[in-house]
T-cell receptor
Framework: GAGVSQSPSNKVTEKGKDVELRCDPISGHTALYWYRQSLGQGLEFLIYFQGNSAPDKSGLPSDRFSAERTGGSVSTLTIQRTQQEDSAVYLC??????????????FGNGTRLTVT | DAKTTQPPSMDCAEGRAANLPCNHSTISGNEYVYWYRQIHSQGPQYIIHGLKNNETNEMASLIITEDRKSSTLILPHATLRDTAVYYCIVISAGGTSYGKLTFGQGTILTVHP
C-alpha cells in the first residue's frame, strides 16, 4: 500500500516568510510524528499526535512552529517568520499504534526546506 | 530509553553477510530493540525489531543475546543498495517515550563490489 507522503519535496523560501509542510500518513495509522534533520545531524523530535489526544508539542523549538492534524489523518506543520536556522529536512512518520514498543514508525522522504 | 553504542563505520563485500553490532547494556525488560536505516536523501526505513527472541523478516535477521545487552543485525546477502546509515535504537513498550525516537550517529555501512 501507499507509504507516508510529504509535500512539497523541496521548498525554498525567503527569510521572514511563512511556510506550510504537509504530511499524509499511512491509512489507518493513529499516530503521527514530525521530526527534522539538519545536514549531517540526527533526527530531532518536534511533535506527536495520537488519536484525539492533545498533541505532545514538547519538541517544537519555538512558538514560530505549530502543527495540526485534521480528522485524524492529514497533518500540516507551519513555520512562521522563517529563519535561516530553520533550514533542514522535515520528516513525517506514522505508526499503527501510539506506543513505540511494538509499532514501528514509517517515515516519508521529507520536505527539504531552504531559507535564503 | 537505554543508550546504544554502534561502530561508526563498517565495510562489506557485495554478496556477503553484513553483521552490524549494537551494544545496549542498560536495556530494561520492557524495551524493544529497533533497527532503522537511512539511505542518502531518503527518510529512515524501518528494518526489524525484537524484544527477547531472535527475529527474521524479508530484509534482515536480528540476533539478541540472552542477557539482551547487545544485538546484531544481519543482512544475509548485502547488495550495493544496502549502503546506508544503520541505526540501532531502544524504546520502551509504553510510558511517554513512544515515538520520540533518538537516533544516534549510527553505523555507516559501505557495501563494495
Amino acid at each position: 500500500g501507499a507509504g507516508v507522503s510529504q509535500s512539497p519535496s523541496n521548498k525554498v523560501t525567503e527569510k521572514g516568510k511563512d511556510v506550510e509542510l504537509r504530511c499524509d500518513p499511512i491509512s489507518g495509522h493513529t499516530a503521527l510524528y514530525w521530526y527534522r534533520q539538519s545536514l549531517g545531524q540526527g533526527l530531532e523530535f518536534l511533535i506527536y499526535f495520537q488519536g484525539n489526544s492533545a498533541p505532545d508539542k514538547s519538541g517544537l523549538p519555538s512558538d514560530r512552529f505549530s502543527a495540526e492534524r485534521t480528522g485524524g489523518s492529514v497533518s500540516t506543520l507551519t513555520i512562521q517568520r522563517t529563519q535561516q536556522e530553520d533550514s533542514a529536512v522535515y520528516l513525517c512518520a506514522s505508526s499503527l499504534k501510539g506506543t513505540g514498543g511494538g509499532s514501528p514508525l514509517h517515515f516519508g522522504n521529507g520536505t527539504r526546506l531552504t531559507v535564503t | 530509553d537505554a543508550k546504544t553504542t554502534q561502530p561508526p563505520s563498517m565495510d562489506c563485500a557485495e554478496g556477503r553477510a553484513a553483521n552490524l553490532p549494537c551494544n545496549h547494556s542498560t536495556i530494561s525488560g520492557n524495551e524493544y530493540v529497533y533497527w532503522y536505516r537511512q539511505i542518502h536523501s531518503q527518510g529512515p526505513q524501518y528494518i526489524i525489531h525484537g524484544l527477547k527472541n531472535n527475529e527474521t523478516n524479508e530484509m534482515a535477521s536480528l540476533i539478541i543475546t540472552e542477557d539482551r545487552k547487545s544485538s546484531t543485525l544481519i543482512l544475509p546477502h548485502a547488495t550495493l543498495r544496502d549502503t546506508a546509515v544503520y541505526y540501532c535504537i531502544v524504546i520502551s513498550a509504553g510510558g511517554t517515550s513512544y515515538g520520540k525516537l533518538t537516533f544516534g550517529q549510527g553505523t555507516i555501512l559501505t557495501v563494495h563490489p
